[in-house]
């Protein structure tokens, strides 16, 4: 029998700080004050700096030495090699789970394009970036490797933090949804091929103003 024990303070400001990071509440690259983190959650400035530590590791947070903690930020290099590394990983993963559960992954990926559809009717942004997010990680889940797996959760969270800021511009949102369609009716039919062509592009497309405003703000 499984006992559930409650979340420890560290845990509850790390799971606050990373919503915060993620959704975009925070913005890439400002300065995190432990005085005031500690102060808006009423807890003492411990659980704070052991977060803060948690999410460097994570890549969420970058600590510099007598200068304090900054949330990450990528400049427009950085964040083409961090899509360099989602393709590499996520083709292999379309690959693989193509071959091996075709019929789970049609269903799964289909269950959550009608998520991914209702959102936008309902003009739910954040609900529909999260479901983004799920999507990509169903390809994962579907060729059940777990080493593979484990790489993608490296860049992950930190992909989902890009996500919610680049992702919430209309022309690439518009351009997004199509993809994952297209993507979903390749699968279908098991079309590895052009299932991969449309994972590239859309993964690896840098044109476009949301592509520049993200990448300005990131290296601001």
Same mark, same amino acid.
């Given at each position: 029998?499984?006992?559930?024990? %409650?979340? *420890?303070?560290?845990?509850?400001?790390?799971?606050?700080? @990373?919503?915060?990071?993620?959704?975009?509440?925070?913005?890439?690259?400002?300065?995190?004050?432990?005085?005031?983190?500690?102060?808006?959650?009423?807890?003492?400035?411990?659980?704070?700096?052991? $977060?803060?530590? @948690?999410?460097?590791?994570?890549?969420?947070?970058?600590?510099? %030495?007598?200068?304090? *903690?900054?949330?990450?930020?990528?400049?427009? *290099?950085?964040?083409a090699k961090l899509c360099d590394?989602?393709?590499?990983?996520?083709?292999?993963?379309?690959?693989?789970?193509?071959? +091996?559960? %075709?019929?789970r992954l049609h269903r799964e990926?289909?269950?959550?394009?009608?998520?991914?559809?209702?959102?936008?009717?309902?003009?739910?942004?954040?609900?529909?970036?999260?479901?983004?997010?799920?999507?990509?990680?169903?390809?994962?889940?579907?060729?059940d490797n777990k080493f593979l797996?484990?790489?993608?959760?490296?860049?992950?969270?930190?992909?989902?933090?890009? @996500?919610?800021?680049?992702?919430?511009? %209309?022309?690439?949102?518009?351009?997004?949804? $199509?993809?994952?369609?297209?993507?979903?009716?390749?699968?279908?039919? *098991?079309?590895?091929?052009?299932?991969?062509?449309?994972?590239?592009?859309?993964?690896? @497309?840098?044109?476009?103003?949301?592509?520049? +405003?993200?990448?300005? +703000?990131?290296?601001?």
């Amino acid at each position: 029998m499984k006992i559930n024990r %409650p979340k *420890s303070l560290t845990e509850l400001v790390t799971e606050n700080l @990373r919503d915060r990071i993620i959704s975009g509440a925070l913005e890439l690259g400002s300065q995190l004050s432990e005085a005031r983190i500690a102060k808006e959650l009423n807890v003492s400035r411990t659980p704070v700096r052991e $977060a803060i530590n @948690r999410l460097e590791i994570e890549g969420l947070l970058d600590v510099e %030495p007598q200068r304090g *903690s900054f949330i990450f930020s990528l400049d427009g *290099s950085e964040l083409a090699k961090l899509c360099d590394a989602r393709v590499a990983l996520e083709t292999k993963a379309l690959t693989v789970a193509i071959r +091996e559960r %075709p019929d789970r992954l049609h269903r799964e990926l289909t269950k959550c394009t009608k998520r991914m559809t209702s959102a936008r009717a309902a003009d739910d942004v954040n609900k529909y970036l999260a479901e983004d997010t799920i999507f990509h990680q169903l390809l994962f889940d579907c060729a059940d490797n777990k080493f593979l797996n484990d790489a993608y959760q490296t860049i992950a969270i930190k992909m989902a933090a890009i @996500r919610n800021r680049l992702g919430r511009h %209309p022309e690439h949102m518009a351009k997004s949804y $199509a993809e994952h369609l297209q993507l979903v009716d390749a699968v279908k039919v *098991s079309d590895t091929k052009t299932a991969l062509e449309i994972l590239r592009l859309h993964i690896d @497309r840098k044109e476009g103003s949301y592509w520049s +405003e993200v990448t300005q +703000e990131s290296s601001a």
